[in-house]
C-alpha cells in the first residue's frame, strides 16, 4: 500500500484504515521516502464534496482546474514496497478563514503525534509537503518532536508567518529540518491576506512570502520565488526547467506549474543538496501591509 490516508480529529492523528500504518511500515525497506502530505483551506475529509482524499491527495483525482495527483507526481502508486509510503493527512479546513486557521494548530498537534508514532516504529526521518494553511499545521508539528525526526518540509505559498516559522525552527526537531518555502509574485495577494485577516491591525507581521525573516532561521532554509526569472534560470542550468508564470495571481502555481514537480521529486526521493539552490538572503520584516477587503471564503 502506498498510500495510508489519516485525518486529524482535533488533536488527535486517526487513520481511515485502523492497522494499514503499522502494516505499511513493516513492509516499508529502510531507505525508502515517507512523505507526509497536507492540503490547505476549505477542504474537509468529512464532506463529500470537498474530501481532499478524493481530491489533491489521491492517485485518481477529478479532471478539473485545480486538480492534480501530489501523490503520483512525487513518485507514488506505481506498485513496489521501494516507491516508499505516502501519508495523506485530511485536517477540517472548512468554514471561515479564521476558524480554519485555529484548527490547524489542533492538527499540527495531531500530526506531531502521528509522527512520533512513525518514529517508534521506524528510525528514520519523515519528510513533509504541504500547501498554503497545510504549511501552518506542518510547521506546528515540529513542537514536542526530537531531532531529526523531520527531514524535509516543502511548504507552496504558506499561510503562516514568519515568527510563528521562527519559533517552529528554534525547537529541538526544527533545527535539523531542512526547508524549501515556494513562494511567487503571483501569490502576494494571498500573502497581503493573510497580513490583513489572520492578525490584528497594529500587528507587523510577515507572511512566508515574504522569506523567512533575519535570524529566525536557525536550521536550513530555502526561499524559492517560482515566478524569478533568474531563479529559474538557476534551476534549468541545473536540469530542472520550470514554465514562467502563466497568470498574475495564481494561489496554486506551486503544483501546478509544469516543471517544479520534477524539483520536488529530486529533494524528497533523491536528496537534492540544498547547496544546489540559492541561499536566502535574510531580510528584515517590512511594515504591514493596508488592510484588504474582508474574504472569508478566499481559498488557501
Given amino acids: 500500500?502506498?498510500?495510508?490516508?489519516?485525518?486529524?480529529?482535533?488533536?488527535?492523528?486517526?487513520?481511515?484504515?485502523?492497522?494499514?500504518?503499522?502494516?505499511?511500515?513493516a513492509r516499508?525497506?529502510?531507505?525508502?521516502?515517507?512523505?507526509?502530505?497536507?492540503?490547505g483551506y476549505k477542504y474537509s475529509p468529512s464532506s463529500a464534496a470537498r474530501n481532499p482524499h478524493d481530491h489533491i491527495l489521491s492517485l485518481t483525482p477529478p479532471r478539473c482546474g485545480r486538480s492534480t495527483s501530489w501523490p503520483k507526481h512525487l513518485g507514488f502508486g506505481r506498485g513496489g514496497p521501494e516507491d516508499g509510503l505516502c501519508l495523506a493527512f485530511g485536517w477540517e479546513a472548512w468554514g471561515s478563514i479564521w476558524g480554519a486557521a485555529a484548527r490547524a494548530h489542533g492538527a499540527g498537534r495531531a500530526l506531531g503525534r502521528l509522527i512520533g508514532k512513525i518514529g517508534a516504529r521506524r528510525s528514520g526521518p519523515v519528510d513533509i509537503f504541504a500547501?498554503?494553511?497545510g504549511a501552518r499545521v506542518g510547521l506546528g508539528a515540529l513542537e514536542g518532536l526530537a531531532p531529526g525526526q523531520v527531514g524535509r518540509m516543502i511548504l507552496l505559498s504558506g499561510a503562516e508567518f514568519q515568527a510563528r516559522a521562527g519559533a517552529a525552527l528554534a525547537t529541538p526537531a526544527g533545527r535539523t529540518a531542512e526547508i524549501v518555502n515556494v513562494t511567487s509574485r503571483a501569490n502576494r495577494p494571498f500573502d497581503l491576506m493573510v497580513e490583513s485577516l489572520l492578525q490584528p491591525p497594529w500587528a507587523r507581521g510577515r507572511a512566508l512570502g515574504a522569506g523567512i525573516g533575519i535570524g529566525a532561521a536557525p536550521g536550513a532554509w530555502r526561499?524559492?520565488?517560482?515566478?524569478?526569472?533568474?531563479?529559474?534560470?538557476?534551476?534549468?542550468?541545473?536540469?530542472?526547467?520550470?514554465?514562467?508564470?502563466?497568470?498574475?495571481?495564481?494561489?496554486?502555481?506551486?503544483?501546478?506549474?509544469?516543471?517544479?514537480?520534477?524539483?520536488?521529486?529530486?529533494?524528497?526521493r533523491d536528496r537534492l543538496p540544498l547547496s544546489i539552490l540559492p541561499a536566502s538572503p535574510e531580510r528584515e520584516a517590512a511594515s504591514p501591509r493596508p488592510a484588504l477587503w474582508r474574504a472569508p471564503n478566499m481559498p488557501f
Fill in 131 to 133: 500547501h498554503s494553511l
Fill in 28 to 39: 516499508l525497506p529502510r531507505t525508502a521516502p515517507l512523505v507526509i502530505l497536507i492540503h
Fill in 223 to 268: 526561499d524559492l520565488d517560482i515566478d524569478d526569472a533568474a531563479l529559474r534560470a538557476h534551476l534549468a542550468q541545473r536540469g530542472f526547467p520550470t514554465r514562467p508564470p502563466a497568470h498574475s495571481v495564481c494561489h496554486w502555481s506551486g503544483y501546478l506549474r509544469p516543471g517544479l514537480f520534477r524539483l520536488y521529486r529530486a529533494l524528497l
Fill in 1 to 25: 500500500m502506498s498510500i495510508v490516508r489519516f485525518n486529524a480529529v482535533g488533536d488527535r492523528p486517526v487513520p481511515e484504515a485502523p492497522g494499514a500504518l503499522e502494516a505499511a511500515l
